[in-house]
């Protein structure tokens, strides 16, 4: 049996520059940071010629084509199997659709456990390249590469999104006061509401393919402020780094109106009368985390707790998709 773990991540700055609808014309730029929750697949090779899969649906059949499960179906097709007799089985800290990059963290953790049980190597790099090639290339879903990146490099990691598609990954070299000062006061509140990230980003993707100016310079701006956000943390300026944070959230509510609602707007601006310096919604928007950089973190917890968000507290990852039992 092999099993394997990816993480979950927090995007600190740039968010949706990585999508190519974007970076194919001014590159892009994200801070990402993984975190200690994490996406478990294992694989096992069943007693009987068949495919058994356990998600939050069972499938048991016989042939690549009658799996339902589209990255699963695509991932085994990546290794030329004829006739594959496999059970794959995965389990998640949180939920999808909660904006923590499940999805890219799944595919990492799913391509890894693949690759060990056939006895095949794969490299960090191509991992995140190959994750993608599955999600955007063949499933041509409408998302960007820093949560697949992110998952398997691990870290506080700077990804810089080239015009040609290539991936630069630089890990940020930020001082360990400042790593421990971001787990101690960055909160992570669950809003209650899911979302598919896809459908929110579409409206982002199709803007930018019809040379939508107004989408166009709104994602210059973020990629400008997650320059400014590394800076910040370079500097071990974290207060700094929430009030920048606090100005990308306005910004990015400015590019789709599925971004918020009035229930995560409520919630935010009572963050800020109760301890928070800056913040915003985790992934796509329209759900999932409200991150906040807390000023007071006692009194921020109970403002949240009053309106029942649950916090879910993090550490960082810093190894990325890996093998934990083969």
Known sequence: MIITRSPLRISLGGGGTDLPSYYSY?????????????VYVTV?????????LKYSKIERIHTLEEISHPIIRESIRTLNLDTPQI??????????????????????ALLKALYSHYRRSIHTKELAEKACEIELEILKEPIGKQDQYIAAYGGITEFI???NGKVEAIPLDI????TLDLEDNLLLFYTGLSRSASSILQDQVNKSLLGDKEMEANLHLIKALGQK?????????????????????ERKKIRSSGM????????????????ALGGKIVGAGGGGFLMLYANDREKLRTAMGKLGLEEVRFNFDFEGTKVILS
Not at 229 to 248: G, P, R, W, Y
């Open 26 to 38: 001014h590159e892009g730029l994200v801070l990402a940071a993984a975190i200690d929750k994490y």
């Open 44 to 52: 096992n090779r069943p007693f009987n010629q068949e495919i058994i």
């Open 87 to 108: 059970e794959i089985t995965t389990l998640a800290d949180i939920p999808s659709g909660t904006g923590l990059g499940s999805s890219g963290s799944f595919t990492t």
């Open 161 to 163: 999104f080239r015009e």
């Open 175 to 178: 001082s360990v006061e400042t």
């Open 229 to 249: 956000s590394k800076v910040a943390l370079l500097q071990n300026d974290t207060c700094q780094f929430a009030e920048i944070m606090h100005e990308h959230w």
């Open 260 to 275: 918020s609602n009035s229930f995560i707007n409520e919630a935010y601006e009572i963050s800020r009368k109760n301890g």
